[in-house]
């Protein structure tokens, strides 16, 4: 609210938002926050401690309902660890929700899905600051996972047997440094081209918009390059 200027403070935002009905604040590791002051508005007499208390009656009987009071012998998640999460069964699950979540915009002469038994057969390049790096294919919020379960684009094609080469054309997202002629050495010699682009976390996240909708630094550039 301050930064749209409906508010001047953090004193008046505080009785704003709980007059409102707010009852809890985003403010993790900040050292001052908004309901700081609530003590001063309820001191100031902008809110009243019966207000308070129903704001925070939701919060601890949520809380309540989670277990988060319970002992942790109550708790039936507390014995879970990644064995469990990582299992073949939940691995599975997660592969196929992946599967089921692609969106295809365009498949000119069906060219997917690659079918595995035509790959040895076949050469193919995997390009991109996204085709490798395991880093860049996680979003905001993501878990940190087991490094041997992430698999890259170029990770699973080889997987599969292919005849596969690779190269980044630019390291980051960003794609500020691009080498164009390793590029169409690396394509020009391929049957199939896959071309692995974006922007992940280290271009937009929360708090870090971007001014418009265009591919970061070079990639149009490589992707057109890879076309050609």
Known sequence: MLGHHYTHSFLETAVASVNAGCNLELSYGLRN???????QALAMGNITLQMLRDRVRPLF???MRLGEFDPPAMNPYSSLDLSVVQSPEHRNLSLEAAVKSFVLLKNVRGTLPLRAQDLSSQHLAVVGPFADNPRVLFGDYAPVPESQYIYTPRRGLEMLGG????????REPRCQQYSRAELVRVVGAADVVLVCLGTGVDVETEAKDRSDLSLPGHQLELLQDAVQ
């Not at 926050?33 to 003590?39: C, Q, R």
């Open 163 to 170: 005849n596969v080469s690779f190269t980044a054309g630019c």
């Open 33 to 39: 926050n908004v309901f700081m002051h609530i003590p």
């Open 61 to 63: 009987y949520t809380r």
